[in-house]
């Protein structure tokens, strides 16, 4: 086995580790200071169930190919790599953009308080925020969950990866829509004046 090959490969399943583990700090500093659950996915709904599951499958998509690369590095020989996109300045901007990703996402869930939910909440809304890193952007989190897995895909171009990419965006197009629906029956005024001055993802 190729030592080169088993760094390559476990370079991006330590970022995709670590950026996991930002969010369970997260959820689980908010549970033990606030006592507030932030795991509010409704499985009971076929909309939001569906979009759970596609998250879920991209995070163990990337983590079995990565980890297979590891440990057969031939394997990503085999799903169609774009070996002209794999080079040392696209490793570099790969990794910023995992790490960027990284530290952005945490800021973001930090940021929202204890309003911070892991999907949409039952009853009454938790507070809007719109300042900070919301005012940048009204889906923050989205966006760095985004460009995180559009850095593991440029770290290794391929058919599963970019695959899983466009998962991805799909699956938070159809939450972010979601949630602003809910967010619009909440808090009209506050959501539409929001709305109108930041845009959905930058």
Known sequence: MN????NSALTPLLFGAGYVAVTIARSYWLWRVDGTDPYVIDHDDPLHRYVAQVFVAVIAGLFL???ASAIWPSFANLTGPLDWAINTATRY???TLMLLATIWTGYAQFYM???WRIGIPQGEAPMLRTSGPFA???NPIFLGKLIFVFGMTLWSPNA???SLLVATYIALEVQIRSEEIYLEHHKP?????YRARVRRWI
């Open 113 to 115: 308080g204890n309003s």
């Open 3 to 6: 030592i080169d090959s088993v």
């Open 65 to 67: 190919y990565f980890g």
């Open 93 to 95: 901007a790969s990794a």
């Open 136 to 138: 940048i952007s009204r």
């Open 189 to 193: 005024e506050a959501y539409r004046d």
């Open 160 to 162: 599963v990866t970019m």
